[in-house]
Antibody, heavy 122, light 114 residues
Framework: QVHLVQSGAEVKKPGASVKVSCKASGYTFTSFAITWVRQAPGQGLEWMGWISVHDGNTRYPQNLQDRVTMTTDTSTRTAYMELRSLRSDDTAVYYC???????????????WGQGTLVTVSA | DIVLTQSPDSLAVSLGERATIHCKSSQSVLHSSNNKNYLGWYQQKPGQPPKVLIYWASARESGVPDRFSGSGSGTDFTLTISSLQAEDVAVYYCQQYYDTPRVTFGGGTKVEIK
């Protein structure tokens, strides 16, 4: 079955960068996009962007596009999310999820990683 | 960006009773070309990642119990749990994908047992 396994918790200082990995198994890696969603403590879900594993195309929200980069390594079936210039309000659990394409441009995030806690603190 | 507003923020329901969650969109997510509502619902249990329950506003994901149902169109949507079970304690989020890949989520509704 489908599994997405993320890297472990990180503690970073303000201004640093973090790179979270998401290793996929149980399906054809290049047939699905990967998206990243974060959740600050006690808060809701925030979409951080997505990457087409097939061709590497990315889309990011305007508020993060200058600081986030998403990549994949098809040889290891791993997706990566790097966030730079970290601030205290970047403290959150970061999730990767597989994007299932529905008909007519619809999508569903049908499998999720377990989450990676990133703490930004001086 | 499309803003989704959920209500209530939380609700407490007795076991076996109905739970109803609302999601209102700042603009219609009904695509006129195919008459589909680009809206889904997710369940997040404590300490777990979210799980998709519903897509196209009313289509149940495989394996989701039929006590979960979605309805609505345009800007107003509802998730109903017809007979609340203990395992349904969770936070529920609506999500729009009308502007795919730029999705947005509602603020969440916490469902507890009364």
């Amino acid at each position: 079955q489908v599994h997405l396994v993320q890297s472990g918790a990180e503690v970073k200082k303000p201004g640093a960068s973090v790179k979270v990995s998401c290793k996929a198994s149980g399906y054809t890696f290049t047939s699905f996009a990967i998206t990243w969603v974060r959740q600050a403590p006690g808060q809701g879900l925030e979409w951080m962007g997505w990457i087409s594993v097939h061709d590497g195309n990315t889309r990011y929200p305007q508020n993060l596009q200058d600081r986030v980069t998403m990549t994949t390594d098809t040889s290891t079936r791993t997706a990566y999310m790097e966030l730079r210039s970290l601030r205290s309000d970047d403290t959150a659990v970061y999730y990767c999820a597989r994007v299932r394409a529905l008909e007519a441009g619809g999508i569903a995030y049908d499998n999720w990683g377990q989450g990676t806690l990133v703490t930004v603190s001086a | 960006d499309i803003v989704l507003t959920q209500s209530p923020d939380s609700l407490a329901v007795s076991l076996g009773e109905r739970a109803t969650i609302h999601c209102k969109s700042s603009q219609s997510v009904l695509h006129s070309s195919n008459n589909k509502n680009y809206l889904g619902w997710y369940q997040q249990k404590p300490g777990q990642p979210p799980k998709v329950l519903i897509y196209w506003a009313s289509a149940r994901e495989s394996g989701v119990p039929d006590r979960f149902s979605g309805s609505g169109s345009g800007t107003d949507f509802t998730l109903t749990i017809s007979s609340l079970q203990a395992e349904d304690v969770a936070v529920y989020y609506c999500q729009q994908y009308y502007d795919t890949p730029r999705v947005t989520f509602g603020g969440g509704t916490k469902v507890e047992i009364k």
